[in-house]
C-alpha cells in the first residue's frame, strides 16, 4: 500500500479558503484514482472529492461543488482538493486515500484538521 500524508489543513473563517495536499510516499501511477474523504465530530465519513486519470473524471459531494477543486501532480504524487468559500459545516477531518480502477480505496493518509469559524 501507497502511505500518503495529508496537510494544508487549519483554522479559517467562513468564506475563506484553504488548499490541502495529499502526498504519496512511493510511486503512484497516473491511472490510479485519488479521492477526499472527510469526518466529522460525531458523524461518519463521507466522500468529497475524487480524480482519474484526466480531469475529465472528476467527481464531487453535491454540497461541495462549485467550491471545490480537486486536482493531482502524477510528477509529484501530490493531489490536492482547493477550498473555496468554505462553510462551518466542512469543519471535519480531510482525508485523502488512493484506489486502483474498479477497485476500493486501500490507501489511507491520517487526516489533517479544517474548522471553518461563522
Known amino acids: 500500500q501507497v502511505q500518503l500524508v495529508e496537510s494544508g489543513g487549519g483554522l479559517v473563517q467562513a468564506g475563506g479558503s484553504l488548499r490541502l495536499s495529499c502526498a504519496a510516499n512511493?510511486?503512484?501511477?497516473?491511472?490510479?484514482?485519488m479521492g477526499w474523504f472527510r469526518q466529522a465530530p460525531g458523524k461518519e465519513r463521507e466522500f468529497v472529492a475524487a480524480?482519474?486519470?484526466?480531469?475529465?473524471?472528476?467527481y464531487y459531494l453535491d454540497s461541495v461543488k462549485g467550491r471545490f477543486t480537486i486536482s493531482r501532480d502524477n510528477a509529484k504524487n501530490t493531489v490536492y482538493l482547493q477550498m473555496n468559500s468554505l462553510k462551518p459545516e466542512d469543519t471535519a477531518v480531510y482525508y485523502c486515500?488512493?484506489?486502483?480502477?474498479?477497485?476500493?480505496?486501500?490507501?489511507w493518509g491520517q487526516g489533517t484538521q479544517v474548522t471553518v469559524s461563522s
Open positions: 486515500a488512493v484506489r486502483k480502477l474498479r477497485s476500493e480505496y486501500d490507501s
Open positions: 512511493g510511486r503512484t501511477f497516473s491511472r490510479d484514482i
Open positions: 480524480i482519474g486519470w484526466t480531469s475529465y473524471s472528476a
